[in-house]
C-alpha cells in the first residue's frame, strides 16, 4: 500500500510561485510513476504534470507547459510541482497521484491509470 501526502498549497496573487510537495511513504519508487492532477469547482479532475522516476521523463498539459515544473527527490521519495506565473484559471484542489509503471515508458495522462492517491491540497489565486 502507498500512502500519499501533499502540502504546500495555499492563496497567492496571479502572478506568484508556490510549490507543491507529494510525500509517499514507500521506500522506493523506481518502478512507479506519478502524477499531479487537479480539480476546479464545478469541473472535472484533469491532468496536469507527471513523472516517470526511474528515467526522470516528464510530461505536462498545455495549459501549464512553460509555467509548471513537475520534479521528484529519490532520497526523500517526494515529488514535487513547482508552479510559476499562477493564475486565476489555476484555482483548484491538486492532488497527487501514482502506480506501478510495470515497464512503461512513459507516464499515463489519464487518472484511470492511477490506483494511489492523497487526499489534496487547495491552491487558490486571487486577480
Known amino acids: 500500500q502507498v500512502q500519499l501526502v501533499e502540502s504546500g498549497g495555499g492563496l497567492v496573487q496571479a502572478g506568484d510561485s508556490l510549490r507543491l510537495s507529494c510525500a509517499a511513504s514507500?521506500?522506493?519508487?523506481?518502478?512507479?510513476?506519478m502524477a499531479w492532477f487537479r480539480q476546479a469547482p464545478g469541473k472535472e479532475r484533469e491532468f496536469v504534470a507527471a513523472?516517470?522516476?526511474?528515467?526522470?521523463?516528464?510530461k505536462y498539459a498545455d495549459s501549464v507547459k512553460g509555467r509548471f515544473t513537475i520534479s521528484r527527490d529519490n532520497a526523500k521519495n517526494t515529488m514535487y510541482l513547482q508552479m510559476s506565473s499562477l493564475k486565476p484559471e489555476d484555482t483548484a484542489v491538486y492532488y497527487c497521484?501514482?502506480?506501478?509503471?510495470?515497464?512503461?515508458?512513459?507516464?499515463?495522462?489519464?487518472?484511470?491509470?492511477?490506483?494511489?492517491w492523497g487526499q489534496g491540497t487547495q491552491v487558490t489565486v486571487s486577480s
Open positions: 514507500k521506500r522506493t519508487f523506481s518502478t512507479y510513476y
Open positions: 513523472i516517470l522516476w526511474s528515467a526522470g521523463s516528464t
Open positions: 497521484a501514482a502506480d506501478r509503471s510495470y515497464g512503461a515508458v512513459r507516464a499515463p495522462e489519464s487518472q484511470y491509470e492511477y490506483d494511489y
